[in-house]
């Protein structure tokens, strides 16, 4: 009985357990219906016949056997035809996205594209992902340098240059084996390493606001203090090598960003950077020891031209208010124009923000200028410039070793050297917060032999108005490109910024050159950084442009570290209290402060958050201050006999 009830209830599971997958089976079974072909081919291929260019790739083989990824774009029926070249770690792809006909940002698009230049000149266009970038093989280095100290290696960005060229005028046969180079920026960096040991169909170059010398006064310092909001280029630029990896930002406004995190070390840490070899070395390299000097192309450039010559004509291009790389064309020109034997060396100083000369420029902010300044050069300097070199007829060029465009009365000036033969006038800080080019100082009946106010890096001096927004040109827009241009009534106002003014001025007073800072001045902590700004003051009405009444336009501003008064390369603690002598350029200028107007310095010790906050109080490397370092000082800046503050102002005597 109890075999035949098993029986039964083995049955029954068996039973149960057919019918559950049956059930299953039904269940899982998917419904049929009708395939509905999709309307996107498998393998799709544009009809390029009716294009006015055709696009190649190439994968350019080095000496070392890595291969860069290049892009060709060939007017269609082109022949003897020049080479427009570019190197960039920004992406050719995304530069040459496609070439369906001539119009301004149709074939071209993207940083280093002078597009009407490129197209009415017929020019063949090639642009390259440098190594470690993008389509390229091979490893990145941020600025890589020549091979020497900092480069063992047997590769640099001059022979991979050289190796390109070399296989474009072999392997294009539409060309007329002329090339020349231009780029912006770290694409203006990479023209200045071809003229290196440069090939020998390289006829031309033209490096466009070119980062030159990271620490004196390009992109990551400026006389020691450091430019933090660039941290996350170094962090979008070093981490990936399609640049995939993204900064990001708990903070609307980046003035919130950097003081929650303290110290831009400290912030590096937060996020990640300490992964980044670059970025290790900045951390490592505080100071300007050789890491820096040895690949400041300034000093590069200078020694190759004097031991080998120039051998290729080039154009620096210069902006009057280049946000990013304001030190670098300027640095290179006056190095290397000693050496110059054939005019071979050009320079253009345009009122323009960095890279503004191949977009518009009838505008910077809230500046008009009567004309498009940056057309008119395209057309009539880098065009015919360019075409003289490349193109096979040697069309004539008339063209001056220096083109300027004179700001305050807005004109093309056309020079033979810059600048020319200016007297350094000094104009001094005198008590009573006046501007003049005679000094009270020796007056014993003016009042107090200085000035103060109280630095605070709890509450730094923004060196915009806020909300900062991020350095950048993505969306959401942002306006860094202007931000050399703000008006400085906001800081002016502030009691932690000192204000001398000129009375109103009756005649022109123009400055063509580098001012100078001589700044007498006294600090309670042991460091300290000065931020000095010379401004031209607008009458209050201004009916030309009554927006602009009362504006303060700043000519030239920039900072230095205290630690470093004395040696860049060898900082040292500032003695409490004692006046010493700051001196500093101010970036180039060519300008005219008009009659009716007046002339403004401001003198300050934060410029936050584009510089890291200085503490005050010294330690051996800033990037890692701790809260505790960062102290109030009282600052001091004296006008007082033997001790006279003043801005040397490089005047050309008027006519």
């Known amino acids: 009985m109890h075999l035949c009830r098993a029986s039964l209830a083995f049955a029954a599971c068996v039973t149960l357990v057919s019918c559950a997958a049956q059930t299953s089976a039904q269940t899982d079974q998917k419904p049929q219906y009708p395939n509905y072909p999709s309307e996107t081919p498998a393998n799709f291929q544009p009809v390029t016949s009716s294009f006015d260019y055709e696009r190649r790739t190439a994968e350019i083989p080095m000496r070392d056997g890595v291969k860069l990824h290049t892009v060709i774009i060939l007017p269609k029926g082109a022949k003897h035809a020049p080479i427009l070249f570019t190197r960039t770690p920004y992406s050719a792809d995304a530069q040459t996205s496609y070439a369906p006909s001539p119009h301004e940002e149709s074939i071209l698009w993207g940083y280093d594209n002078a597009v009407d230049v490129i197209v009415q000149g017929g020019y063949i266009r090639v642009i390259q992902d440098i190594r470690g970038k993008y389509g390229s093989e091979g490893d990145y280095v941020m600025n890589r340098p020549i091979h020497g100290p900092q480069n063992p290696t047997p590769v640099d960005e001059s022979t991979d240059t050289y190796d390109t060229i070399d296989w474009l005028v072999k392997n294009i046969p539409e060309s007329n084996g002329k090339v020349g180079i231009l780029g912006i920026s770290y694409d203006g960096f990479l023209p200045l390493m071809a003229l290196i040991h440069p090939h020998p169909a390289l006829k031309v170059a033209a490096p466009m606001n070119p980062m030159v010398d990271g620490w004196m006064g390009d992109d990551w310092f400026h006389n020691g203090a450091f430019r933090q909001q660039n941290m996350p280029y170094i962090y979008e630029q070093a981490a990936t090598r399609a640049n995939t990896a993204k900064w990001w930002s708990g903070s609307f406004d980046d003035y919130d960003l950097y003081m929650r995190a303290g110290s831009a070390g400290e912030l590096g840490r937060q996020h990640g950077l300490e992964q980044i070899g670059f970025w290790k070395k900045v951390l490592a390299h505080p100071a300007y020891d050789a890491f820096w000097s040895d690949q400041a192309l300034d000093k590069v450039l200078a020694a190759d031209f004097k031991s080998e010559g120039i051998k290729v004509p080039f154009m620096l291009v210069h902006g009057l208010w280049d946000q990013e790389d304001i030190y670098g064309p300027m640095s290179v020109y006056k190095a290397v124009k000693p050496f110059d034997k054939e005019n071979k060396v050009y320079i253009t100083l345009g009122p ?74 000094p104009l001094y800080l005198n008590s009573g917060f006046k501007l003049s080019f005679t ?135 500032i003695e409490p209290n004692k006046p010493l002598t700051y001196r500093f350029n101010l970036p180039p200028a060519n300008h005219v402060f008009l009659p009716g107007h007046k002339i403004m310095v401001q003198v300050q010790s934060s410029w936050f958050p584009l510089y890291d906050r200085n503490p005050q109080t010294y330690v051996d490397n800033i990037f890692w201050a701790k809260p505790d370092d960062y102290k109030k000082a009282t600052q001091r800046v004296y006008h007082a006999p033997s001790q006279a503050s003043a801005i040397e102002l490089p005047v050309v005597d008027q006519k």
């Open 439 to 573: 000094s009270n100082s020796a007056d014993s009946s003016s009042s107090a032999a200085f000035d103060e106010y109280t630095s605070d890096p709890a509450k730094p001096v923004p060196f915009r108005a806020r909300p900062n927004q991020p350095v950048g040109y993505e969306p959401p827009v942002t306006t860094w490109e202007y931000w050399l241009v703000d008006d400085q009534r906001e800081p002016s106002g502030r009691t932690d910024v000192l204000t001398y003014t000129t009375d109103v001025l009756t005649g022109p007073v123009h400055i063509q050159g580098q001012p100078v800072v001589n700044l007498v001045a006294s600090t309670s902590g042991t460091d300290s950084d000065w931020v000095v700004k010379l401004i031209d003051v607008y009458p209050d009405e201004y009916p030309a442009d009554p927006q602009m009444g009362g504006y303060q336009l700043p000519i030239g501003m920039d900072i230095i570290r205290g630690r470093y008064r004395e040696s860049f390369t060898s900082p040292k603690p």
């Open 352 to 425: 323009w923000y960095h890279g503004q000369e191949i977009a518009k420029g009838s505008s910077l902010g809230a500046v008009q200028f009567p004309t498009d300044t940056a057309a008119y050069w395209r057309m009539h300097v880098l065009a015919p410039f360019l075409a003289h070199y490349l193109k096979d007829e040697a069309p004539a060029m008339n063209i001056a070793s220096v083109t300027a465009y004179e700001t305050g009365e807005n004109q093309w000036q056309a020079m033979p050297a810059w600048p020319v033969a200016p007297k350094l006038k």
